[in-house]
């Protein structure tokens, strides 16, 4: 028999003894950079009361993005047009996504955290063409 400062592990403890943490699948696909960038998002849905939210992100992904904010209508399931990087200069670089809120998260400083998978791109934002002009023959 071992010593009384043999280490003990305990059920649903992890390898250092501590309690872990629920064991859940991760969801997201990729990884996510705590990046803050200017977006500018609105509902797509022309039947929902219309808000214009200036917002910069808390971290970002290749297919989406958390944020903080004080607008109280976003609701899980909600399509929103995002412009990211926001910007009002006209000759910006600009990308216009649709995107859908997947998390909308009551925090502790009395904000709504929401959190949104990019769908698809809709355009490029700006007021320069970089490609090639085309030709009527």
């Known amino acids: 028999m071992g010593s009384s400062a043999e280490f003990i592990k ?3 403890a992890n390898q250092s003894g501590l309690p872990s943490r629920a064991s859940q699948p991760e969801r997201r696909g990729c990884r996510r950079c705590r990046i803050t960038q200017l977006m ?17 992100s808390l971290s970002v992904s ?29 000759s ?9 809120v997947v998390r909308c998260d009551a925090l502790p400083n009395g904000l709504t955290g929401i959190g949104f998978k990019i769908l ?8 320069y063409s970089f490609g090639r002009a085309l030709q009527r023959k």
Do not use: N, W
């Open 10 to 12: 305990k059920p649903g």
């Open 40 to 56: 500018h998002v609105r509902p797509s849905d022309p039947d929902q009361e219309h808000f214009d939210d200036i917002r910069g």
């Open 62 to 90: 290749r297919s989406g993005v958390f944020f903080q904010s004080s607008e109280e209508k976003y609701q899980v399931g909600m399509r929103l047009f995002v412009t990211m990087p926001y910007t009002k200069d006209p």
């Open 92 to 100: 910006s670089m600009s990308h216009e996504y649709l995107a859908e």
């Open 120 to 127: 698809m791109e809709m355009t490029l934002q700006g007021g």
